[in-house]
């Protein structure tokens, strides 16, 4: 019986080491059966983060409040083409120009002792840039108010200080 079993496993050693050896032929049109392929659950997206929101402006404030940036010159004349045609102020439109509370404030006068310049420049006379610590090539914030038919002058060294404060609020630092 040994060598009946010795026989038998001859050959089953010789079968599976030809069919070892044989390749599959290749079938080169090999399709997935899509029935056997699982299709992906459809991931939702996250929902996106909220965007901030900015603290509603009390009423009034800021409202058509037109802004501009200027350097006086040697003779005190600071460009100001936007914000004069905004206001319609034309060349030659006598000024009356005075200091209130830090700022120069213009507006149009009749009796006005300054005028409009032929290029479209606002006059502060050396007495107001004094008066608001505004130097020759220094920046200024001009503020036109079409309601009210005025431009204020605002002085660098005031918008410096008020941005301190606010940038130190925001911060949450002291000022």
Do not use: K, Y
């Amino acid at each position: 019986m040994a060598s009946t079993c010795a026989e038998t496993a001859a050959p089953a050693l010789v079968v599976a080491s030809v069919s070892l050896g044989r390749s599959r032929p290749r079938q080169p049109d090999e399709q997935f059966v899509e029935a056997l392929v699982p299709i992906p659950l459809p991931v939702a997206s996250p929902e996106p983060a909220p965007l901030p929101t900015l603290p509603a402006l009390a009423a009034g404030i800021g409202d058509g409040v037109l802004f501009d940036v200027g350097r006086p010159d040697a003779a005190g004349r600071v460009t100001a083409r936007a914000l004069l045609r905004a206001l319609g102020w034309t060349p030659g439109l006598t000024l009356h120009v005075d200091v209130v509370t830090g700022a120069i404030l213009i507006t149009p006068a009749v009796d006005g002792a300054h005028v409009v310049g032929t290029r479209e420049e606002l006059p502060l006379p050396a007495a107001a840039r004094h008066l608001c610590g505004i130097a020759t090539g220094e920046p200024v914030l001009l503020a036109a108010l079409p309601r009210q038919n005025r431009i204020l002058v605002h002085p660098s060294h005031t918008i410096t200080a008020v941005l301190a404060d606010l940038h130190a609020r925001i911060l949450g630092e002291p000022s």
